[in-house]
Structures are given as C-alpha cells and as structure tokens.
C-alpha cells in the first residue's frame, strides 16, 4: 500500500522534529525542543509527547488534514520504564546515563563482543541493555520502550516495541525480526519486560489521542514503526543508494551505510535495520558538536559559528588535535593537542578542531569501506552539515560526489518515508508476540 501525504516524527535528544511528506517530496517541517536541563540529562517522559504536540502545532492545520499515515523514528538506546497501563514509572533516561557505567561492565562480562553476533549491537553504555539492568528492579515496572515507542503508545494506546528501537535496545535476535531470548535469560532479565515486537514498517495501532487529533490529524490514521534516526536519515538522504555512505555531524558523529545482502556484523560495527529486509552497517567517533562546543567554551567564544569566525583566520600551522569528547565508559574524556608552539594563537587551535572532527569521520568511513568496498557518494547531514568548514576540510580530504544536506530533518524524512509504504513489510504485519 502508498500513501501520498505521511507524517515522519523523530524523537530527538534536544526535542522532537516533524515532516509532513506528499508524493514524494517534503513540503513542511517544524521543531519544539525540550525545557531545560539540556542532553544528556534525564527528562519526564511525558516530554516526548508535549514537544511533539508543540511541534505538530507548527505545520499548517489544513496539511495535517491530508495526512494518511504517522511514522515515527526517534535516538536510540535511551528508554522509560512503563507501568502495566503505559505510565511512567522512571524517568527518561538518555543514550549515555553515567550510573549505568557499572551495569555496563556487567554486560560486557558475561557477553562481550559476542552480544554483537548475537544481537547487532555492541555489549556498551549507549545500548539499552545495561539501563534495563540498572532499572529492572523499579517499583511497578512493566516494560521498557525506547522514545518513539512510547510516543506511539500515548497515540495509539498500543504497547509495542519496533525493531530498530529493540536492535540498539540491545534485545533483538541477529536476524532482526524476534527477540534475543537466550541473551536476556543469561543476564538475569525477565523477558515479560520487552512488549511485543513491531517490524520496520509495521503498522503499530490507529490514532486516538485527542490531542494530536485536536492539532488537525484524523482519528484512526495508522501509526507505523520506522528504523531509529541515523538509518531513517539513511533512507531519506541515500534513496536506496548502495554505494551512498552517509555522515550524520550531530553531537557525535555518526556513520553508516548499506549492508550487502546477506553481510553479517564484523567488529565493531553495529547492524541496524533501516528497512523490513535492509540492514546498514554502522559505527561512530566521539568527535563532533560535544568537541566543537567544548573548544568554544574555552576559547570564550558564544557558540560553534563564532569558533568556525575564528577558525576561517588561522595561518598556516601544524597545530593538531585529536579529541575523545564523548567516551562511552565515561572515562578520560579529553582532547590531546599537538604542534603547540609559543606564537601558536586561538584561530590555530579552532581550526585544529575542525580539522580533526573530520578526520575522525572520515577514518570512520574508511573502516566501512573495508568491509563493504568504496562509496561513489558521501552524504553529509546533521547539525554539522552546515559548517562551510567542514564541508572543505572533508571535500578536500576526499575528493568525489559529495552531496550535503544542512538543515533537512532526515530523519523524520525517513519515518514519513516508510510510513508512506516505500519499505513495505513482508514478514508480518502489526506487532507481534514477544
């Protein structure tokens, strides 16, 4: 089944980004970020919904009318604890939540590198099957739903878990279409605690919140489950492109690409599903915005553009940094500077940063390569994408088909993409037991 006009939501680490999509084409986006404190704090749940309903409020009325299906994408590894009604009962915890450093370790002890043969996802502190350690013994807990899933739930009253959700959740099987029993059972976690399953594509439940329908969306609109947001921005940017490699400049930076039919994870990739029989390698630095802002905050300067101002004026220099901003175990972040010399200025040292935030990416790139072969295409979207700068050093570093995608929303995109039945499901359709 096509639809024509879809609905694509992606549940962000600082709010939540909408696109409305007809025939093909996006014709109007809208953001709502959530209240202080920001990312990677924990937040009430309860966020999720309220910026989705102040984003939806951003496109016009009469657009949402003609909506015939809602996708809905989201960040991966954060989740909430639900209650047997669907209630909260923890907050929302984000990708990287220090106390659960420790559940982590236990994780990586008793399965190690081998949870990402058996899982997709590596055994670390951004997958969720450490939260759910840390967590399970909650009061009243019932089951545990990434951001997209429990967006779906509020509008739907449907409690299920999409696949994408549950690959970096780190709870499904290898083969992306049932759940890893044998793993859960070997770290002690009950499985009643993972909902039903809902494949890429699938159709969750119909739309009955009142409030997204006061917005102007029709009641009983199908809600579909779409890949998490670095594969659904895949799909937007990529087009189905098999020789496309995408690089996601966010907070981190992010790469991913197609896998070859048939392609089995290899360390230390992670194996997302981006659509129903399409998998993406994927891997990522710590390099990134979280480097860029932190460069500014030292240097004094107001935010990322005034440091790329400062950057653009650098001499010549061998000034060099390498930077490890975001370590997932929580441990040793930093930056290493080198080439430092006592005329060496602040203009040096921004431009270092950039410089070494594409480098990073692109080694990442490489690393893709060798297993898949080389890309014809690079994708560039995410915040970062809109950095002049970082579009040269990375053009100039790599010379080829580069196609740049600042200031689209790709992963909502995607989720509208996949609602609109451009990946049809054909395994099963609707969730499925656990």
Excluded at 212 to 227: D, E, F, N, S
Aim: hydrophobic share 45%.
């Amino acid at each position: 089944m096509t639809r024509t006009c879809t609905l694509g939501v992606d549940i962000a680490s600082h709010g939540v980004r909408v696109v409305l999509r007809r025939e093909g084409s996006a014709i109007a986006m809208a953001r709502a970020a959530y209240p202080a404190p920001p990312p990677p704090a924990r937040r009430p749940a309860g966020q999720w919904r309220d910026a989705f309903l102040a984003a939806l409020s951003g496109l016009p009325r009469e657009s949402l009318g003609a909506v015939e299906a809602i996708g809905i994408s989201g960040m991966r590894g954060a989740l909430v604890g639900v209650d047997a009604d669907g209630h909260p009962v923890t907050e929302a915890i984000p990708d990287f939540d220090p106390d659960t450093i420790a559940a982590s370790r236990l994780v990586e002890k008793r399965i190690g590198k081998a949870c990402l043969q058996e899982t997709g996802c590596p055994a670390f502190p951004l997958s969720g099957l450490p939260k759910i350690l840390h967590f399970m013994q909650t009061p009243g807990l019932s089951a545990f739903l990434g951001p997209q899933d429990f967006l779906a739930l509020s509008l739907t009253g449907t409690l299920s878990l999409s696949a994408g959700s549950a690959l970096r959740m780190g709870v499904l099987d290898i083969a992306g279409k049932t759940y890893a029993r044998h793993v859960l059972e070997r770290l002690g976690i009950d499985g009643s605690l993972v909902p039903p399953l809902s494949l890429i594509g699938a159709e969750i439940g119909a739309l009955v919140d009142a409030d997204a329908i006061g917005c102007g969306l029709k009641p009983g609109l199908p809600v579909v489950a779409a890949p998490g947001d670095v594969p659904a921005a895949l799909l937007a940017a990529g087009r189905g492109d098999p020789k496309a490699v995408f690089l996601s400049l966010g907070t981190t930076s992010v790469i991913t690409a197609p896998a070859p039919a048939g392609a089995m994870p290899r360390l230390p990739f992670t194996l997302e599903i981006i659509a129903a029989g399409h998998r993406s390698f994927e891997t990522g630095t710590g390099a990134g915005g979280v480097t860029l802002d932190w460069l500014a905050r030292i240097l004094g300067l107001e935010d990322v553009p005034a440091l790329e101002r400062l950057a653009a004026t650098a001499p010549p220099s061998n000034v060099a940094m390498k930077p490890e901003m975001l370590d997932p175990w929580g441990e040793a972040s930093g930056a290493v500077l080198s080439g430092l010399k006592p005329e060496t200025g602040p203009a040096e040292i921004a431009r270092a940063g950039f410089a070494a935030v594409a480098s990073s990416a692109l080694s990442c790139v490489e690393a893709l390569e060798a297993v898949t072969g080389r890309f014809d295409r690079l994708l560039l979207g995410g915040g970062g994408a809109a950095s002049k700068l970082l579009q040269n050093l990375i053009a100039t570093a790599r010379p080829g088909a580069m196609d740049v995608f600042a200031g689209r929303e790709l992963a909502a995109e995607g989720a509208a993409m996949v609602a609109a039945g451009a990946f049809p499901v054909t395994d099963s359709e609707g969730p499925t037991e656990p």
